[in-house]
């Protein structure tokens, strides 16, 4: 079983930065695909941005110039470093192992960008 824990979130400024963490269980972290998502209150899930294993990276056109997502595949931990935050980036961001229907989720970490 894969299992992911989020952590990193919290309270920001606009304009502000955050970094998140994903830590990833299991020996075969490097050959998984990694995504980032985020849930704002009744919206549905999107995807914020995505890396291979190759490191090839995919961002949502909202954030892309903004964020980065990046892998330590030593440490088995997915980074996402979120520059020049917007009030319309509060939401629950969460980390997945990006399989269509795998399903495998963590419990995802609040970020909140106010004024």
């Known amino acids: 079983q894969v299992q992911l824990v989020e952590s990193g979130g919290g309270l920001v400024q606009p304009g502000g930065s955050l970094r998140l963490s994903c830590a990833v269980s299991?020996?075969?972290?490097?050959?998984?695909?990694m995504g980032w998502y985020r849930q704002a209150p009744v919206k549905q899930r999107e995807l914020v941005a995505r890396?291979?294993?190759?490191?090839?990276?995919n961002y949502a056109d909202v954030v892309k110039g903004r964020f980065t997502i990046s892998r330590d595949n030593a440490k088995n931990t997915v980074y996402l470093q979120m520059n020049n935050l917007k009030l319309e980036d509060s939401a629950v961001y969460y980390c997945?192992?990006?399989?269509?229907?795998?399903?495998?989720w963590g419990q995802g970490t609040q970020v909140t960008v106010s004024s």
């Open positions: 890396i291979a294993s190759s490191g090839r990276t």
């Open positions: 997945t192992v990006d399989i269509p229907g795998l399903g495998y």
């Open positions: 299991g020996s075969i972290f490097s050959i998984y695909p």
